[in-house]
Nanobody, 124 residues
Framework: QVQLVESGGGLVQAGDSLRLSCAAS????????VGWFRQAPGKEREFVAG????????EYADSLKGRFTISSDNTKNTVYLQMNSLKPEDTAVYYC?????????????????WGQGTQVTVSS
């Protein structure tokens, strides 16, 4: 089994930055990529960004390119999501997820492992 634990969420003001962490443990040898999703109140969960655990490639939601950066530190078995210039519409629960296919998935169905989520609230 794989366990994913998110941390780093909180309450910030518009324009601030925040870095989320996703720590992986357990049988991670077949987890080839990690993604971040978010779900705002009353909305569907959406893809934010993904990265191969080797760090060799990344994928972003078009609307978030330039503000969010995903990275992977294999020595710590941790994936980070750096979020800059935060906006109130970024308010959501952010979930970390892991997948095993040969490409970075952008759909929830492509991820087998999920964390419990961390709340990010951006005030105006």
């Amino acid at each position: 089994q794989v366990q994913l634990v998110e941390s780093g969420g909180g309450l910030v003001q518009a324009g601030d930055s925040l870095r989320l962490s996703c720590a992986a443990s357990g049988r991670t040898f077949n987890m080839y990529f990690v993604g971040w999703f978010r779900q705002a109140p009353g909305k569907e969960r959406e893809f934010v960004a993904g990265v191969r655990r080797s760090g060799s490639s990344t994928e972003y939601a078009d609307s978030l390119k330039g503000r969010f950066t995903i990275s992977s530190d294999n020595t710590k078995n941790t994936v980070y999501l750096q979020m800059n210039s935060l906006k109130p519409e970024d308010t959501a629960v952010y979930y970390c997820a892991g997948g095993s296919s040969g490409y970075i998935g952008t759909r929830q169905s492509e991820y087998a492992y999920w964390g419990q989520g961390t709340q990010v609230t951006v005030s105006s």
